[in-house]
């Protein structure tokens, strides 16, 4: 017997979870609930994160949590309690398998069956932003190799779990070359351990192309955060619908297990919301915790009920369809074809064992760490770059000297256009001049002198190199 936690959230929360937990029991899955209140409710009490203390104390004590999807009100203050979750429990994975059920579901894509494995904590996820001048903001894209070889790690380990045959990486690295470069990097360090397993990388533009016009050419993909977010949605939609893809979030100790769609608040307390997201969700819970063969007597019935033609409204079609059901008719359906298999649909048979069990990440070795210079990011409101260097140039001296400035990460001195236009951001780089070295002194004195003359710097970026290769982007143009 597994204890696990459930939050019933918000919307149509209650009515698809209730009928979720009804196919679990009625499927005899072996688990008890402690129920904790997430979500609108707690966020309207003035708790702005959505839960409270005693929820989490349950969630980390459990480790495996079910959860029904919940409103965030409109406005700030308020943060995304899925975020929050993720990062505090450390879920580095985010699973979504998005399968066609053609001719049952509409879809252009009939053999479709693609899983897309996303990193769950970091990339522009973390959520770090600053307004730097009037008119330029910025957000930090952050990439780390433990995060990187994690979730590479496990989309490798979740192919070959369940009998996948390829996996493919989406990244940006041609542009992106220290960040997405370094999860490409890793993503090809790792498929040399996986030799069974075939291996490719796209670019994520040509990538998201060649997914939504032919995903039947895509088995297991593995990207970054953002990139995930976008496409496991897109995925999900061109199978058939959002609202029949569950998601696992999975991290070294604990995992969460939900539906992607949201709460739905207009469909609430009818009657006709389609459980089947969080179903499936709950299916992905069944297989982490061990319970194989109740998650595959689930499934079977749920396919089966499908192919019967009973469905739920967002689905339901003339021709097609044989009878359109409610929330807790469709879950009685699912209750009744408990034990059959589909014979149009493909059954499933999973296999039998634990959840991935990867091994924890360890670090390195730190490289040898040099400083070879320092941006200074200035706020000025001129548009000649000519005359913006005059006044920066003043800073030269000690062996370090202004080498280039950009705005928007194009070189626009030495050697600039005039045609390029600029903001009141500009990127203004320092390197030591020949025979000279850089200190972090130097970057001291920078910054007072950068005071006395009235240059108003907002951030500097040292620029190091690790074991003697340069780890920093050129300008545009450079």
């Not at 936690?5 to 029991?25: C, F, R, S």
């Not at 495996?64 to 450390?90: D, E, H, M």
């Not at 190799?145 to 380990?157: D, L, M, Q, S, T």
């Not at 058939?240 to 608040?265: D, K, R, W, Y």
Request: aromatic share 8%; net charge neutral; glycine share 8%.
């Amino acid at each position: 017997m597994t204890r696990i936690t459930v939050a019933k959230g918000d919307g149509i929360g209650p009515e698809i979870m209730d009928a979720t937990l009804a196919i679990l029991k009625a499927a005899g899955a072996e688990i008890e609930i402690d129920e904790i209140e997430v979500g609108e409710k707690v966020y309207l009490a003035g708790n702005t994160s959505g839960i409270a203390k005693e929820s989490w104390d349950v969630i980390r004590k459990n480790k495996v949590f079910l959860k029904a999807p919940i409103t965030t009100p409109q406005g700030g203050g308020y943060k995304s309690l899925n975020v929050t979750t993720r990062k505090f429990l450390g879920l580095y994975s985010n699973v979504r398998p998005c399968m066609s059920l053609h001719p049952f579901v509409s879809t252009k894509h009939p053999v479709m069956d693609v899983v897309i494995v996303r990193e769950n904590e970091e990339d522009l996820y973390a959520g770090i932003e600053h307004q730097q001048t009037d008119e330029v903001i910025q957000c930090l894209k952050l990439i780390s190799r433990p995060g990187c070889e994690k979730i590479v790690r496990y989309a490798f380990e979740y192919a070959k779990q369940y009998g996948r045959k390829k996996v493919t990486c989406f990244t940006k690295d041609n542009i992106m070359k220290q960040t997405d470069g370094l999860f490409h990097q890793v993503f090809d360090e790792i498929a040399v351990e996986y030799p069974e397993i075939e291996n490719e990388h796209w670019i994520i533009d040509i990538g998201a192309a060649k997914l939504a016009d032919t995903p039947e050419a895509f088995d297991v993909i593995v990207m970054p955060n953002l990139y995930g977010d976008v496409l496991s949605d897109i995925a999900a939609q061109i199978a058939g619908s959002v609202g029949l893809a569950g998601s696992a979030n999975i991290g070294e100790t604990c995992a969460m297990f939900e539906a992607i769609h949201g709460s739905a608040p207009r469909r609430a307390g009818q009657n006709m919301a389609n459980p089947s997201g969080l179903l499936q969700g709950a299916i992905m819970m069944l297989n982490h915790i061990g319970q194989t063969a109740v998650a595959e007597k689930v499934q079977n019935a749920w396919l089966k009920t499908i192919e019967s033609g009973i469905h739920t409204y967002d689905i339901y079609k003339e021709g097609v369809s044989t009878q359109k059901v409610g929330t807790k008719e469709f879950a009685e359906a699912v209750i009744s074809h408990l034990g059959q298999v589909p014979t149009q649909l493909k059954p499933v048979q999973y296999a039998k064992g634990k959840a991935l069990q990867l091994p924890k990440y360890q670090r390195k070795a730190p490289a040898a760490k040099t400083l070879e210079g320092v941006d200074l990011f200035v706020h000025w409101s001129g548009t000649d770059a000519n005359a913006l260097a005059a006044k920066v140039k003043k800073l030269d001296g000690n062996g370090v000297a202004l080498s280039m400035i950009t705005n928007r990460g194009i070189k626009v001195w030495p050697d600039g256009f005039e045609e390029t236009f600029c903001t009141d951001h500009w990127r203004c780089r320092f390197k030591p001049t020949a025979g000279s070295t850089i200190t972090k002194s130097h970057i001291v004195k920078l910054l007072e002198s950068s005071e006395a003359l009235e240059i108003d710097v907002v951030k500097t970026e040292n620029l190091y190199a690790f074991n003697g290769k340069s780890a920093y982007s050129l300008g545009q143009g450079q």
